[in-house]
């Protein structure tokens, strides 16, 4: 079997290794082109390029997939059946319908929960207790399609954005290997999914997002905080700086004094306890604009905080 392959980020490249490493021919990666990083700004190619070119396979980095010269660099291929995994782009109709075996997706959600491009850190920022991945029969909808396979993994209570991706891009390869014999023989039966997602659009997420608001309750910016690392970080401001948090609890007891949202309150064992909209939030590890990261106790033996605040937000 021909197969092209879509993906970008470290999520994707993972299960394009698994296909590869199962012994698939993989007629050609595509997906997005260079993109400029770092101070210098000089372009630098996505895990999927990286893994592709030492892997020896043809790479194809559109601007636009939709395009038509681009959908006939694919057709032209003549791929049997096409595997997307966090591409980053909405694949047209004219592309979907190319290969006998249709497009399939794996996306890091249980379908029809967590459309959308970032399902891994809002399912932390619900406090949800289990995920998964799913296999998707692509269609013209955006995660719309019907579903071939999923498999379930519980969401631990200290989890991360970045510890749940990794396990999730593990899970989405494993269940991609096991499914494609069956897509082939014809033994999986699409499931449709309702019109309606079970919950709110996953959308992408943006550096700003990251940014903490002190009249939320403990609880949800202690999940923020897990689902935002290690992108796009949570973060607050202090003395007009900013201040990354890396990890936090909600507190189990009063405060000594009481604190508004955004008070802080050090503690002499080396903790921050900080007021919010309900509920108060110990500092566990924290990063000042410029500087490393840092326990808060190292972090309070150089500098000298009383009955300050941070932003609100």
Same mark, same amino acid.
């Given at each position: 079997?021909?197969?092209?392959?879509?993906?970008?980020? /470290?999520?994707?490249?993972?299960?394009?290794?698994?296909?590869?490493?199962?012994?698939?021919?993989?007629?050609?990666?595509?997906?997005?082109?260079?993109?400029?990083?770092?101070?210098?700004?000089?372009?630098?190619?996505?895990?999927?390029?990286?893994?592709?070119?030492?892997?020896?396979?043809?790479?194809?980095?559109?601007?636009?997939?939709?395009?038509?010269?681009?959908?006939?660099?694919?057709?032209?291929?003549?791929?049997? $059946?096409?595997?997307?995994?966090?591409?980053?782009?909405?694949?047209?109709?004219?592309?979907?319908?190319?290969?006998?075996?249709?497009?399939?997706?794996?996306?890091?959600?249980?379908?029809?929960?967590?459309?959308?491009?970032?399902?891994?850190?809002?399912?932390?920022?619900?406090?949800?207790?289990?995920?998964?991945?799913?296999?998707?029969?692509?269609?013209?909808?955006?995660?719309?399609?019907?579903?071939?396979?999923?498999?379930?993994?519980?969401?631990?209570?200290?989890?991360?954005?970045?510890?749940?991706?990794?396990?999730?891009?593990?899970?989405?390869?494993?269940?991609?290997?096991?499914?494609?014999?069956?897509?082939?023989?014809?033994?999986?039966?699409?499931?449709?999914?309702?019109?309606?997602?079970?919950?709110?659009?996953?959308?992408?997420?943006?550096?700003?997002?990251?940014?903490?608001?002190?009249?939320?309750?403990?609880?949800?910016?202690?999940?923020?905080?897990?689902?935002?690392?290690?992108?796009?970080?949570?973060?607050?401001?202090?003395?007009?700086?900013?201040?990354?948090?890396?990890?936090?609890?909600?507190?189990?007891?009063?405060?000594?004094?009481?604190?508004?949202?955004?008070?802080?309150?050090?503690?002499?064992?080396?903790?921050?306890?900080?007021?919010?909209? /309900?509920?108060?939030?110990?500092?566990?590890? $924290?990063?000042?604009?410029?500087?490393?990261?840092?326990?808060?106790?190292?972090?309070?033996?150089?500098?000298?905080?009383?009955?300050?605040?941070?932003?609100?937000?």
């Amino acid at each position: 079997m021909k197969i092209v392959f879509m993906g970008t980020p /470290d999520f994707a490249a993972g299960i394009l290794a698994a296909v590869l490493d199962a012994g698939y021919e993989v007629a050609a990666a595509v997906t997005q082109p260079d993109r400029p990083k770092g101070r210098k700004k000089e372009p630098v190619p996505c895990p999927v390029k990286e893994l592709a070119v030492m892997r020896g396979i043809p790479v194809l980095t559109p601007e636009r997939v939709r395009r038509p010269e681009e959908v006939a660099k694919i057709r032209e291929l003549a791929p049997d $059946i096409i595997l997307v995994a966090a591409f980053g782009q909405i694949l047209p109709k004219e592309l979907l319908e190319i290969p006998r075996f249709g497009c399939l997706n794996v996306h890091a959600s249980l379908l029809p929960a967590y459309r959308g491009a970032a399902p891994i850190q809002h399912a932390i920022l619900d406090g949800m207790t289990e995920t998964g991945v799913t296999i998707m029969q692509m269609d013209e909808g955006l995660d719309t399609g019907a579903i071939l396979a999923q498999k379930v993994i519980p969401i631990a209570k200290d989890e991360t954005g970045g510890s749940l991706f990794d396990k999730l891009a593990a899970l989405g390869a494993e269940l991609l290997v096991e499914s494609l014999p069956k897509v082939f023989a014809g033994e999986l039966v699409p499931v449709p999914q309702p019109k309606e997602s079970t919950t709110a659009y996953a959308a992408m997420l943006k550096k700003e997002d990251g940014h903490i608001n002190w009249m939320e309750s403990a609880a949800v910016i202690e999940r923020k905080i897990r689902a935002f690392s290690p992108w796009p970080g949570a973060y607050t401001s202090l003395a007009g700086k900013n201040l990354r948090i890396w990890q936090a609890e909600v507190s189990e007891e009063a405060p000594i004094v009481s604190l508004l949202p955004g008070e802080i309150l050090p503690h002499p064992e080396g903790l921050l306890t900080v007021g919010t909209g /309900d509920g108060c939030l110990i500092l566990k590890e $924290i990063q000042m604009e410029g500087k490393r990261r840092m326990s808060t106790a190292e972090f309070l033996r150089g500098h000298k905080i009383g009955r300050d605040a941070f932003d609100i937000g």
